[in-house]
Structures are given as C-alpha cells and as structure tokens.
C-alpha cells in the first residue's frame, strides 16, 4: 500500500487478556517505530527497529510489552496480561533512512479500549 | 532526560488571525526538528522539518517554522489561519545520538469561523 497500514483499527479486550497490534510499514522502511498515545497526549516512545533488529526497547513500560519484526518488514506489538492503564492509541511509523533522522510516517494507529 | 515542551495547550484564534505555537527541547547536541499536524480522525503527517542550512523552513499550507539554536527553540507560525486549519499540532525532536523521536504534548487550535 501507499502508507503505513495499522490493524486492528479498535481493539477492546478484557482486563488480562493478551493483544496483538499489527504494523505494515511501507515497503522499502528501513526504520520502523512504537508509539503509545493516551488521550489528550503526544506520542510516547515505545520501541525502534531498524530491519530486524530491534536498536531500543527503551520505552516499553514493562515486560508484558513485546515487539517484534522478525523479517524486517510487518511488526507485531503484543501486550500480556492487559491492564486498563493499557487503554491508549498504539501508533506505528516508518521512515526511509536509519534512526530518527528522517521523516517518519504515521499510521492510523489501534486504538486499545481495556475493560 | 532529553524532553519537548509545547507550552500553549489550547490556542483559539478567529479566522486570519496570525498564528505561533512555540516549542522547545532540552540540550543534547545536534537535533533534527519536526512539526506534525493530527486533522480530526485523520492520521500524523508532516507539515515541515528542519535538519540543516537555513533555520526558517517552510512547510505545507503555508506554515513556517524557525529554529533558533541560542533558545533551544522551534516555533511554527502562519501568518492568516484558516477555519481549515483546526487541528492538534506536535512539536517533535531527534536527537542525533538517539534512535528516537520525542514528542511534545501537543497544542489543540481551534479556528473560530
């Protein structure tokens, strides 16, 4: 596709209940970034590949937040054991060059309701 | 910690009104800077960047943005809002050492029409 695709759009899932967000960078992104938004914020730092290595795992808030891009292309962020401070927007860029030194673009996001 | 700070978090201007939404970063060396504009419902997109050469850069639908290096300092303005323009605006910085881009907390505009 054109741009960086997000799937599922909305997600709600039961409090400790494990999710998976799906990134579909566009083709040819070296760099591939996580983000949490909550409402009425700006983007926190999840997590950064370039390929398939993942270089910071810095903001991941704690070890029930899982990300993966094992052939440097799709993502998958996987949250164990859901709690409700989980509940946010979950956005996904990319961008052409290595690091954060170039233009990074967004997807729609997941938003992640936990009840 | 390396940190961005949007200090308007609301801004309503009337239509053609001039516009600045300030923004500054913490010191860590070299930056790249960003601003990014979120349309109701609609994804993060770019409205200008600045990596080098001269400190006012222009981006889309008019906005400029000047980075003034002395007050760690990356300001958007423009100089006639539209009613169009009713969005949430992010200030985001790269610092060379780092993999990351950090956001600020954003500004909500809100044109009166």
């Known amino acids: 596709g054109a741009g960086v695709s997000q799937s599922p759009r909305y997600k709600v899932a039961k409090r400790g209940q494990d999710v998976a967000l799906r990134c579909d960078p566009i083709s040819g992104h070296v760099s591939l970034f996580w983000y949490q938004q909550a409402l009425g914020q700006g983007p926190e730092f999840l997590t950064y590949f370039q390929n398939e290595a993942q270089l910071d795992k810095s903001g991941l808030p704690s070890d029930r937040f899982f990300a993966e891009r094992p052939e440097g292309s799709v993502s998958t962020l996987k949250i164990q054991r859901t709690q409700q401070e989980d509940s946010a927007v979950y956005l996904c860029?990319?961008?052409?060059?290595?690091?954060?030194?170039?233009?990074?673009?967004f997807g729609q996001g997941t938003r992640l309701t936990v009840v | 910690a390396q940190s961005v700070s949007q200090h308007n978090h609301h801004v309503i201007l009337s239509e053609a009104a001039s516009l600045e939404l300030g923004c500054n970063y913490s010191?860590?060396?070299?930056?790249?800077l960003f601003w990014y504009v979120q349309y109701p419902g609609q994804h993060l997109q770019l409205l200008l960047k600045y990596f080098s050469g001269d400190p006012l850069v222009k981006g889309i639908k008019g906005f400029e943005a000047e980075f003034i290096k002395s007050k760690f300092s990356f300001n958007l303005r423009k100089p006639s809002v539209q009613w169009s323009d009713t969005a949430e605006y992010f200030c985001?910085?790269?610092?060379?050492?780092?993999?990351?881009?950090?956001f600020g907390s954003g500004t909500r505009l809100s044109i009166r029409p």
């Open positions: 860029a990319s961008s052409l060059g290595n690091r954060g030194g170039t233009e990074a673009f």
């Open positions: 010191y860590g060396g070299t930056v790249n």
């Open positions: 985001a910085v790269n610092w060379s050492s780092a993999s990351k881009i950090i």
